[in-house]
């Protein structure tokens, strides 16, 4: 069974942000009609018109069943496709159902561009960022990102993640990671557990980052490290891997 979905066309967000909003195609006519033509479309990586509404049409289908259904993993060549599975998937950390939304995460982490070697997506980046944002309700939304982003610091190639945006990333999990220090003790804290997992991963994917200082040559990162490190509150394992990050 292949894995992506979408609707026609190059489609706009409808006014709802529901992925079943046009209704994505029927099982049947994704079998009938669209299983095989999407295969062939994922080998091109410049399609053309006809191959960009099939790979529409299967990718609103196939991220639909993500409500209700495991999905394998898939390379995909397609920078379309790739950006069409983007937009179903933030459409789908919208959805009231937080199984839903998990979904919609664990694809976006599954999106490579190659398998031998292991090579990310890089455009699934700023959705996965936007995860950091999210109220501490969903907290585990952010310990399922957390390894993703880390894997694309670690693993992306140079050319498709300039300095700039590697900075961006890192900041952004320092400022978080700051944020769920600030909140131990206080009202606003998050269920313990959630919050150690969501520090433990945080920690781990800031360390690949491999800088030091930020764009203005502030040490951010260090420090948020090391005081992650010697604050003897934090939990042992968020402290190994906040000195494993610094090594």
């Known amino acids: 069974t292949p894995l992506f979905a979408q609707q026609t066309a190059s489609p706009a967000p409808s006014a709802s942000g529901s992925i079943l909003d046009p209704a994505p195609p029927s099982t049947d006519d994704y079998r009938r009609n669209l299983a095989i ?3 062939e479309a994922l080998k091109s990586s410049q399609p053309d018109r006809a191959a960009k509404q099939t790979i529409d049409r299967a990718i609103h289908y196939l991220v639909a069943q993500l409500i209700s259904a495991e ?3 898939r390379e995909i060549r397609s920078d379309y496709a790739i950006s069409q599975i983007i937009f179903r998937c933030d459409q789908l950390l919208n959805h ?6 998990d979904r919609g995460v664990e694809l976006l982490t599954q999106v490579n561009t190659s398998w031998n070697p292991d090579v990310p997506a890089v455009e699934t980046i700023d959705v996965l960022l936007r995860t950091l944002t999210f109220p501490d309700s969903d907290i585990h939304l952010k310990v399922l990102a957390a390894p993703a982003i880390g894997r694309i610091l670690r693993d992306a190639p140079a050319s ?3 300095i700039l945006k590697r900075f961006e990333i890192a ?3 320092a400022a978080e990671i700051q944020r769920l220090r600030n909140v131990r003790g206080t009202n606003s804290e998050p269920e313990p557990i959630a919050r150690m997992w969501a520090m433990w ?5 800031l360390g690949y980052c491999d800088k030091v200082y930020n764009a203005s040559r502030d040490p951010i990162f260090a420090d948020v490290l090391f005081e992650t490190l010697v604050d003897q509150s934090e ?3 968020t402290r190994a891997r ?3 990050s610094l090594r």
């Open 37 to 39: 033509p999407f295969r």
């Open 71 to 73: 999905q394998p993993k």
């Open 96 to 101: 009231p159902r937080s199984e839903v939304r």
């Open 160 to 162: 498709k993640l300039p």
């Open 171 to 173: 900041e952004k999990l």
């Open 201 to 205: 991963k945080l920690v781990e994917a």
């Open 235 to 237: 939990d042992c394992l």
């Open 242 to 244: 906040a000195a494993h």
